[in-house]
């Protein structure tokens, strides 16, 4: 049976239990966590959704990343950006015979929304030397995507 007509629960759930085999049950507890957030999330706000074809990133993905940011109370930023990034290895991984551009999109875009989350965060905070940090984060994390940008033109 094709992934699309298995739900996002189904999907999501069978990427966690293969992630299972290898790694240590608090990481795997934090994955199903993260899907658990995130299916939550989808089903209130989008209750069409109910199969990985229909799933985007606009407004879906990005739409649980600004519902994260305006949570009360505010989650760190660094819980934001492992909420995000645990989130983004799950979809890559369920798609078969993804070719190493497909996961450099997909890296590329979770660094995007990271970038993202760190600005709307630095906007937000009023220590300087806070807002120094970030802003060095944010430079590093330009610096990524810039290399993954030539990995991704190199391969073409």
Known sequence: MPLTSHSLEQIFQAQIHTLALTLRPDTVSGYRGVTRRFLTYLRAAFPRVL???QLRRDPHLLGWFR???EQKPPLSNKTRINLLLCLRRLPILAVPNASPSADLVGIRQALAAARHLLEMYRRQVG???TRRTLQRLD???LAVVSHLNR???AEK
């Open 139 to 141: 430079r590093r994390l």
């Open 67 to 69: 519902s994260l940011c």
């Open 151 to 153: 990995l991704a033109k």
């Open 127 to 129: 220590d300087e030397k």
């Open 51 to 53: 199969r990985l074809n």
